[in-house]
């Protein structure tokens, strides 16, 4: 079973505007949300996190939205760049240790000049 | 600090033969996973090793299997490979838990069978 689920397999924005990626998930125990980038040929890479304490996490043009009602969450990137074109999963920590991550299908944002 | 180092980067098998890949882990990082990626299954979850014991368990097959060493290291591997098994595997590593600590990602081994 799919458990963070990513709807929208690609997005194409341009530069200078605002990018959307959605995540949802089923599993209301989940608390504690992270977004990974990853380029062609490169590893994933940490971007951001956000707790479910909070409903809004902020990092330089990186903000991820938690609503905990609709099980959503949202990365928001403002302004996009051209660099930002890459693969961003949604994942979540599967079991109570949260040692076991689990990650959405990863949407491919192209950000065009 | 270097960053989390995978060997080999590209393989090459074919059907039913078997492949070790290896991964070091950040210095004085203790937990090690393993992850496949494919186009059509995203990232997937294989172990995750700490303290030279698999800790916890993806939903794959057996002839998935790993360890870890006293020094953190890791190994993964695949015996009697499957044209599915064709995928970019990487391995992550943290301090201790993922839940708390940052997953440092590797560049992956791609590997491919014929």
């Known amino acids: 079973d799919q458990q963070v689920k990513q709807n929208s397999p690609s997005l194409s924005v341009q530069e200078g505007r605002i990018s959307i990626l959605n995540c949802d998930y089923t599993?209301?125990?989940?608390?504690?949300f992270l977004w990974y980038k990853k380029y062609p040929a490169e590893g994933p890479t940490f971007l951001i996190s956000?707790?479910?304490?909070?409903d809004k996490n902020e990092d330089g043009r990186f903000t991820v939205f938690l609503n905990k009602s609709a099980k959503h969450l949202s990365l928001h990137i403002v302004p996009s760049q051209p660099g930002d074109s890459a693969v961003y999963f949604c994942?979540?920590?599967?079991?109570?240790?949260?040692?076991?991550?689990?990650f959405g299908g990863g949407t491919r944002l192209m950000v065009k000049p | 600090k270097a960053g989390v180092t995978q060997t080999p980067r590209y393989l090459i098998k074919t059907r039913g033969q078997q492949v070790t890949l290896s991964c070091s882990p950040i210095?004085?990082?203790?937990?090690v996973s393993w992850y496949q990626q494919t186009p059509g299954q995203g990232l997937q979850f294989l172990f995750e090793?700490?303290?030279?014991?698999?800790?916890n368990k993806g939903n794959f097959p057996g002839r998935f299997s790993g360890r870890q060493f006293s020094n953190s290291r890791s190994e993964m591997n695949v015996s009697t490979l499957e044209l599915g098994d064709s995928a970019l595997y990487l391995c992550?590593?943290?301090?201790?838990?993922?839940?708390?600590?940052?997953?440092?990602f590797g560049p992956g081994t791609r590997l491919t069978v014929l």
């Open positions: 992550a590593s943290s301090l201790v838990d993922f839940s708390t600590d940052t997953q440092y």
């Open positions: 090793y700490f303290s030279e014991t698999q800790r």
């Open positions: 210095s004085g990082h203790r937990s």
């Open positions: 599993n209301s125990m989940f608390d504690y």
């Open positions: 956000i707790s479910s304490i909070k």
């Open positions: 994942a979540a920590p599967r079991d109570n240790a949260g040692n076991m991550l689990t």
